[in-house]
């Protein structure tokens, strides 16, 4: 053995420092990491503090809810509070991010991405995990005389958004009346074509593989829209056939039918019909596919290893992956957003039964609205 081995303060001098380590190597370890494993090494010094800033963990597959806050007194309204299921017992405050989310509207998500609408009519996308931002064209040539409560109640849920990480490449979707909106990155201002589906709360969602984007409306009719090209265009139209969907006993129940399309892993649409059985705390969730040689739709019994994000209109795998429930749909209150805890919930396909928030989510401060939403999303 050399004679320095024998040395103790040498051997511990040769035992490399953890704060010393490089930022770069620190960077490429936290993003291999899980939301709860990254908050954990943010906590062990400072240098690990400052190499995590604008890390989002990349393995994440489970959805979270964002809870917005209410206007308090006593509370901040530029900080929202971030539920992981796999934590069931906590949940994780977000930093300032100088935006008063108790007089904004989140529009739509996309990964970790939130499009955003103020009340002073500034439209943006923000990522309150890496603090990021990018601001929109104004929403004034598209509202010249609308108050931002009636643009709110109005279109609040009729926008798609997709961002790619990296370049900053975006596309945002704007459904108002019977116009589409759209913007792209280096846009100073809206673009617009017009659409012959009139209906206030008509639905878009967008898929990226195909670029395209289906817009829903309430009677049942579909449009395409292609945007692979610098002026989109309507691909394809097609209308569903009528279904019944009739439940033994209904004649005296008081109830209310919302409609929602999502995006299948095969990227299919599919209708989510949506029964809520008011002055009860019972909900009914029916799965609908399109079949096109009977031009009807037909009901899907299980998304077997699958779960529905319905907010983001995404359907996403779920086997062997710990923190989401399979055969499931996660809900907040889609179309109607509530400060009721009842309305934020996942529903079982398999017991037809709902699992709500836990507690703690919800007597984390007052909150105005909700979204499931998934970090790790990639489109």
């Known amino acids: 053995m050399d004679q320095s081995d024998k040395n103790p303060n040498r051997r511990l001098r040769a035992i490399p420092k953890w704060s010393e380590l490089c930022s770069d190597l620190l960077r490429s370890i936290f993003e291999q990491l899980s939301f709860t494993n990254l908050n954990r090494a943010k906590l062990v010094c400072r240098s690990w503090n400052s190499a995590s800033r604008g890390c989002v963990p990349k393995r994440n597959q489970i959805p979270w809810l964002i809870i917005f806050p209410r206007k308090n007194e006593n509370n901040s309204s530029n900080n929202c ?50 603090l990021e931002r990018i601001d929109l064209p104004h929403s004034t040539s598209i509202f010249p005389n609308m108050s931002y409560r009636n643009i709110r109640y109005r279109c609040s849920r009729s926008a798609c958004l997709w961002i790619d990480d990296i370049t900053k490449d975006y596309l945002v979707v704007w459904l108002i009346d019977n116009i589409i909106y759209f913007a792209k990155k280096g846009d100073e201002t809206w673009r617009f074509v017009p659409t012959d589906m009139f209906r206030t709360n008509d639905q878009i969602i967008y898929n990226h593989k195909d670029h395209k984007v289906y817009q829903y409306a309430f009677y049942g009719t579909i449009s395409v829209w292609d945007f692979s090209g610098d002026i989109p265009h309507v691909d394809k139209h097609h209308l569903p056939g009528s279904f019944i969907d009739h439940e033994i006993g209904d004649e005296n129940i008081h109830y209310r039918v919302t409609h929602q399309i999502v995006s299948s892993l095969s990227r299919k649409v599919v209708l989510v019909r949506i029964k809520h059985y008011c002055h009860l705390s019972r909900w009914r969730f029916r799965i609908y596919e399109f079949n096109p040689l009977t031009h009807r739709l037909v009901k899907i ?28 749909i996660y809900f907040s209150g889609l179309d109607h957003p509530t400060t009721d805890p009842k309305l934020k919930f996942v529903y079982d396909l398999t017991t037809h039964t709902m699992e709500p928030v836990p507690q703690c989510v919800f007597s984390s401060m007052p909150f105005s609205d909700s979204r499931w939403f998934l970090p790790g999303f990639k489109g």
Request: glycine share 6%; net charge negative; hydrophobic share 45%.
């Open 81 to 130: 509070v971030l539920f992981v299921p796999v934590d069931k017992d906590k949940v994780y405050k977000t930093r300032d991010l100088g935006v008063d989310f108790a007089q904004s509207c989140c529009l739509a998500t996309y990964g970790s991405w939130l499009l955003m609408f103020d009340h002073l009519q500034n439209l943006y996308i923000l990522n309150p995990l890496t």
């Open 301 to 328: 019994n299980s998304l077997d290893d699958a779960a529905i994000i319905l907010d983001m209109g995404i359907t996403v795998v779920a086997k062997d992956i710990p923190g989401i429930k399979k055969n499931s």
